[in-house]
Structure formats: structure tokens, C-alpha cells
């Protein structure tokens, strides 16, 4: 008897399929064990879902409500200090990135908080004033030149040639012509009459991308109907797929092209995932493909470290020839250490597995 062939393309998506739901069916058990207060009617939250739906049983733990940030400011109102996040508790969730990326984080959304500043003219509109720094505007890879990117003084660290990229979304801020009340459509209603600011994304956004791991942050929203009828969730941030599609076309495919595909929690390139449907209709399978990401990584982490090799060894020429550059023996011993691993927990690169690409291409 003569067995039926199936490729081996089709085997994998069997089997990936399979290991998915049995993964999903354990992770669904204890979520629906944990036992976890029920956050206040009208409370935003942002637990990390694409599609702003809360956690199972709608429950929240003490942290999350802790890490929602400052007040809610309406569309009407004057500037707040909801954006100050000097006094706020540090979310759960900012733990998953190494503490030099988080504290980077925070320096930057203060900065562009300092640049870009909101009020209410007399027609009752928000406005902006100021501009978003064109540093951030787009992709920020500090990794790809940090001794032009952070400039010569003070003296680089390793921490600062191993940040990830980071992708900051804020479009109202940046392209305010298609924003002229300042605030983006709301999820559910695709007007910004009842939209509400709330701060910035407790933690950016795990996502892959080609080369580096990239932070995804964009500023966060709620929905003031939802609010005062007590229906959840009532929050949403300018990542969400249903805001996104409720913008301009110029929005839209802006974000289709430095954009990411979000799943519930962790993104990868809208660029790379296309580039992996066009190697699978032309017959390269998924394993070659993670193989070639993986290559690309590795390959974009010995660059750097051979950039930090030489940029401690000139650090240390250019004090033996007695040239002033306020650096110690200290500072240049500090800095002779090896760069880390590629699979360090500072360097922090990870690599999507199997079933997550198949999962992005393939919507089970």
C-alpha cells in the first residue's frame, strides 16, 4: 500500500497548528484560574491586547491599576499633567526590557513631551504647539551609529550601543495636517468627539524586525461613552488596528510601511512579514526563513561589537597621547570589557519562533 505524500511545507503548518492551540488551551486554563480584583467602572486599562479587549473574566491586578498613569484629560480641557510620569509607579511590564532601555524610554517621552505641547484655543479645539522632534520621527536606531546618535561626551557606554530600536507612533503630533482637532479617530465611534488622552503606553511594544528587536510606542486614549456607560474596555492606543484603519490613507499607509503586525502580545515588520509570504509563494520554506532573520541578527550584533572594540581602543590611544577628553583610567578600564553575547539579557534579541510567522501569515 502506497502512503499519500504530503510535502513537507504542509507537515510543518499541520504541526505548528496543532502546538499552537495546545499552547493556547494551557495558557487560557490559568488565566481563567488567576483570581485578580475587578478595576472600578470606567477605569481605562491597557493590558497589551491589539484589540484593547481586557483581560480574561475582565480582571486587572493591583500593578496594571497602579501603572495607568496620570489623569485623563478631555478634549475640551487645557493642559494637564498627565504627562508628567516623574512620581508614576514603574509598570510590571517595563521589566521585560533591560533597565538602560527603560530608563531611555523615559528620557525620551520626556523629551518629546517638553517639545510638543497642547492647549485649547477659543474655539475649543486642541491644538499643538510645538513640533516632534525629528530625531523621532520614524524608526530610532541608537545601535546602528551610537557615537553620532549620542555624540562623543560623555564617554559611550556598552548600555548605549546595545539599545533597541525604537519606533515612536504619535502622527497627530507629526503630521498635524490630518489631525486638526490634535487627537486620533476614536476606536469604536471614528471621530475624536468623545476621545480623551491618557498619557503614553505603560511599556513599549515588543516587535521583530530584519535586524534589531524594536520598542513600539505610540500614546494611549480612552473613549469617553464607553466610560460614562460603564462598558469595557474604554481605553486604546494609536497602535490598535482599528484606529489605524479609521485614519487617513496617508496614516495608513505610513504605518503599512514602518509599521508593524501586532498579535496579542508581540508585533513583527509589516515589511518582513511580506518579505516572508513572497519567499513562501516562491517556495522558501519557514524554517530557511527564520534561519536567514537569525543570520541577519547575528550578523548586525558582530558589527556592533567590532564598532565597540574600536571605539574603546581609540578612547584609550587618545589618552596616552595625554589629549584632554575629561576621561579617567577609570573610565577607559570600565570600558575594555568584551561586548556582551548575542543572546545576553542586556543585548535582549530574540527571534520569532515557527509558529509565531506561521501564525502571522496564516490567521488560525
Not at 95 to 108: H, L, N, Q, R, T
Not at 199 to 226: D, F, K
Not at 241 to 254: L, R
Not at 283 to 304: A, C, T, V
Request: proline share 7%.
Amino acid at each position: 500500500m502506497v502512503r499519500n505524500y504530503v510535502p513537507k511545507a504542509q507537515r510543518e503548518l499541520r504541526e505548528a497548528g496543532r502546538s499552537m492551540r495546545r499552547s493556547q488551551g494551557i495558557i487560557n486554563y490559568f488565566r481563567s484560574a488567576a483570581s485578580q480584583p475587578v478595576p472600578p467602572s470606567g477605569t481605562p486599562r491597557d493590558d497589551g491586547n491589539e484589540n484593547g479587549a481586557s483581560s480574561s473574566n475582565g480582571r486587572r491586578t493591583t500593578d496594571e491599576r497602579n501603572a495607568r498613569g496620570a489623569s485623563v484629560e478631555s478634549t475640551s480641557g487645557g493642559e494637564t499633567d498627565e504627562d508628567d510620569c516623574s512620581n508614576q509607579p514603574t509598570p510590571r511590564n517595563t521589566e521585560y526590557w533591560p533597565k538602560s532601555a527603560s530608563d531611555w524610554f523615559v528620557e525620551v517621552k520626556r523629551e518629546i513631551d517638553e517639545a510638543v505641547k497642547y492647549t485649547n484655543p477659543p474655539r475649543g479645539v486642541l491644538e499643538f504647539k510645538g513640533k516632534l522632534p525629528r530625531i523621532y520621527c520614524g524608526l530610532v536606531s541608537p545601535s546602528k551609529d551610537p557615537v553620532n546618535f549620542f555624540g562623543i561626551l560623555p564617554p559611550l557606554t556598552i548600555e548605549q550601543f546595545c539599545l533597541p530600536d525604537l519606533l515612536i507612533w504619535y502622527p497627530e503630533a507629526q503630521y498635524k495636517l490630518f489631525y486638526p482637532n490634535a487627537l486620533p479617530p476614536c476606536k469604536w465611534h471614528g471621530n475624536t468627539d468623545c476621545v480623551k488622552r491618557y498619557g503614553w503606553m505603560a511599556a513599549p511594544r515588543h516587535g521583530y524586525s530584519s535586524e534589531r528587536i524594536v520598542a513600539i510606542l505610540s500614546r494611549r486614549y480612552s473613549c469617553s461613552i464607553r466610560s460614562d456607560a460603564g462598558e469595557h474596555p474604554v481605553s486604546f492606543r494609536g497602535i490598535d488596528k482599528d484606529v489605524i484603519s479609521k485614519s487617513n490613507d496617508y496614516i495608513q499607509t505610513q504605518w503599512a510601511t514602518i509599521g508593524f503586525d501586532l498579535s496579542h502580545r508581540s508585533a513583527i515588520s509589516i515589511d518582513e512579514l511580506e518579505r516572508l509570504r513572497f519567499n513562501l509563494n516562491g517556495g522558501f520554506g519557514i524554517n530557511p526563513f527564520r534561519r536567514s532573520m537569525l543570520e541577519k541578527h547575528k550578523m548586525y550584533h558582530l558589527r556592533l561589537s567590532c564598532k565597540w572594540r574600536s571605539y574603546t581602543d581609540e578612547l584609550k590611544r587618545i589618552l596616552s597621547r595625554g589629549e584632554q577628553l575629561f576621561l579617567t583610567e577609570e573610565d577607559i578600564f570600565s570600558r575594555q570589557k568584551e561586548f556582551v553575547e548575542f543572546d545576553s539579557e542586556l543585548y535582549h534579541q530574540g527571534l520569532p519562533s515557527n509558529a509565531y510567522l506561521i501564525s502571522r501569515v496564516i490567521k488560525l
